[in-house]
């Protein structure tokens, strides 16, 4: 990526339709935001990956979609890989007659885990990698990557981390601009998630946010995001105090009572526990894995641990 954040304003003049047949895959990650204090700028890719396959047809858009929330999602244009697929073209000066998308989803929807960020980091990396195919235009720059998934998300953090992998810290900017730097994370972190059955709507746990916070609250989670940056790339044993958040965890806590009271037990235990972006998913980053203990707590509260590896950011499979 550049020194200097550079992103095209519009798709050129032309509208270059793609001939049938050309045919990517791409793998893209799990993710999750604000690790604690960093609300809307901190996030980390999830070694979780979907896969999705999108081939350039005569007519229509076909979506078929298999494994997390199969049974959820539209089979046509409106499917979110798809609207994605299309923006990238658009954005190119492209278009596709028709596409067949293939989805494989293991990232499991609705959970703070960044579903609806993957799923668009993917539909734009995978129209990226058609115009490669296609010859007549570049494909789509990283920063490109992260302003038009930016734009889908309202806020980077999740799809900067599916589009560069592993720790990100990302910035807006009041014309619509959204930026992001991947940051070197230290060999020793390791991360650990605790998954519920039960969902919830980021936009329903953003609306319990407060509109000020006293000024306390807001040098306090200043000061810990700097740290976690700290923590994470150079420092790990800072974790634990690099994740407390006195901005947005406690005023989501009423709508999320099983993840509060995990976040609560796990802290207790001296884990950096943080709620994974808007929940319910709760996230632990340290340097050891977590045992049956810390297992047989998250059962209690009615969440099932995985250990995870840091995130390698989107790829194209073929």
């Known amino acids: 990526m550049s020194a200097s954040p550079a992103v095209r304003v519009g798709a050129p003049d032309a509208d270059l339709r793609l001939a049938t047949g050309l045919r990517t895959a791409v793998r893209v990650p799990a993710s999750s935001a604000n690790l604690g204090p960093g609300f809307d700028c901190l996030g980390l890719a999830l070694g979780v990956y979907d896969e999705i396959t999108v081939e350039t047809t005569a007519a229509d858009i076909v979506v078929e979609v298999s494994g997390a929330a199969a049974d959820e999602v539209p089979r046509d244009g409106s499917h979110l890989v798809a609207r994605a697929v299309v923006r990238g073209l658009e954005f190119a000066g492209m278009s596709a007659t028709g596409l067949r998308l293939n989805c494989v989803n293991v990232i499991p929807h609705s959970r703070g885990l960044g579903s609806s960020a993957a799923a668009v980091v993917g539909g734009l990396a995978a129209a990226s990698a058609l115009i490669e ?11 490109e990557l992260v302003q038009l998934s930016g734009e ?3 806020h980077p953090d999740n799809a900067a981390a599916s ?10 900017t009041e014309d619509g601009g959204y930026f992001a730097r991947r940051v070197s994370t230290h060999p020793a972190v390791v991360a ?7 969902q919830s709507s980021t936009s329903v746990t953003r609306g319990l946010l407060p509109d000020a916070v006293p000024r306390g609250d807001a040098v306090f989670n200043v000061s810990r995001a700097a740290l976690a ?27 999320l ?14 884990h950096a526990a943080t709620v994974s972006g808007a929940g319910p998913a709760v996230l632990v980053l ?4 977590l045992g049956e203990a810390d297992a047989a707590l998250a059962a209690e509260h009615g969440f099932v641990m995985t250990g995870l590896p840091i995130g390698e950011g989107v790829s194209t499979l073929s």
């Open 163 to 172: 589009v560069l992998g592993g720790a990100v810290v990302t910035w807006m």
């Open 229 to 255: 940056v700290v923590a994470l790339t150079a420092e790990p044993d800072l974790l634990y105090a690099a994740t407390e958040d006195r901005l947005h965890q406690d005023y989501r806590g009423p709508a």
């Open 192 to 198: 650990t998630a605790f998954v519920p059955e039960i």
């Open 257 to 270: 009572p099983e993840t509060h009271a995990l976040v609560t037990a796990l802290r207790d235990r001296g």
């Open 152 to 154: 889908f998300e309202g």
């Open 286 to 289: 340290g340097t050891a894995e």
């Open 133 to 143: 195919a296609d010859g007549r235009r570049p494909g789509l720059t990283e920063d």
